[in-house]
């Protein structure tokens, strides 16, 4: 089941997933041999993740792993912040994580099996990033979300992990808006520009990592072959964690 909210939000600055996004997950899941399930769903209506859990449910009988991905951000030093872009990143990368796990995993739980949870945080989740006051709020309390629901989970063994992604060639990342962050000595920089720009951030001289290194992680977490994996901080951030400074602003 790929779940998507495909409309804007207008205190994002950069162009969302649509329902044509959806529809190409879908189409490249059934070219893989796959079967799958798509719906449109907002991870701040509990109600919509949990008809979308049911149709899965009903569908392929359980569900075994929940990675829950939805995320937004927004950008301006924290105290020039609207109301606005505070609630929405908190209510949709914090807050529609928690209402995601509570949709899910009661159903993990009652079946008895156990089950792999893979919550998404950021670099921000492991150090503070300017400009992204609320983000960084966010991503850090995923992580307090992921060690509580971790502890209170093993004994159904159902684990749970968050990763931790640098910057990753998505148009979250490729933006008018994140370039100037960047480059603000330039006006409208072009993305090869940028992306030099970028490798500052991350000791791997690189200025983002690709979406499959990060689908990668989260396909490992959910395997058996990280059955006694839980309760991790999982980085795949180009050693960013380890190297990253505050710039002076």
Not at 34 to 45: K, P
Not at 122 to 139: D, E, I, M, Q, R
Not at 226 to 245: E, H, M, S
């Amino acid at each position: 089941m790929v779940v998507d909210y495909c409309s804007q939000i207008d205190t994002v600055p950069y162009d969302l997933s649509t329902e044509d996004d959806l529809d190409e997950t879908v189409r490249q899941v059934r070219d893989l041999g796959g079967s799958v399930l798509s719906a449109r769903a907002d991870v701040r209506d509990f109600s919509s993740l949990e008809r979308a859990a049911r149709l899965t449910v009903d569908e392929f009988g359980k569900i075994d792993v929940l990675v829950a991905n939805a995320g937004v951000g927004s950008f301006a030093p924290a105290l020039e912040l609207s109301e606005q872009q505070w609630q929405d990143v908190i209510d949709i990368n914090l807050t529609g994580v928690w209402k995601t796990a509570r949709a899910v995993i009661p159903g993990m739980i009652e079946r008895g099996e156990g089950g792999s949870v893979v919550l998404t945080s950021s670099v921000a989740g492991l150090v503070a990033l300017p400009n992204l006051a609320h983000y960084t709020t966010a991503k850090h309390g995923v992580v307090g979300l992921m060690r509580a629901l971790s502890a209170e989970l093993a004994p159904h063994r159902v684990r749970v992990n968050s990763i931790h992604p640098t910057t990753v060639d998505t148009p979250m990342i490729d933006n008018a808006t994140i370039r100037q962050l960047f480059v603000p000595g330039v006006e409208d920089p072009d993305r090869a520009t940028a992306s030099e720009a970028m490798k500052t951030l991350n000791a791997l001289p690189v200025p983002w990592v690709e979406g499959i290194d990060v689908s990668n992680a989260a396909l490992w977490l959910a395997s058996e072959e990280a059955r006694y994996v839980t309760g991790v901080t999982f980085p795949i951030d180009a050693g960013a964690a380890t190297t990253y400074k505050v710039p002076h602003q």
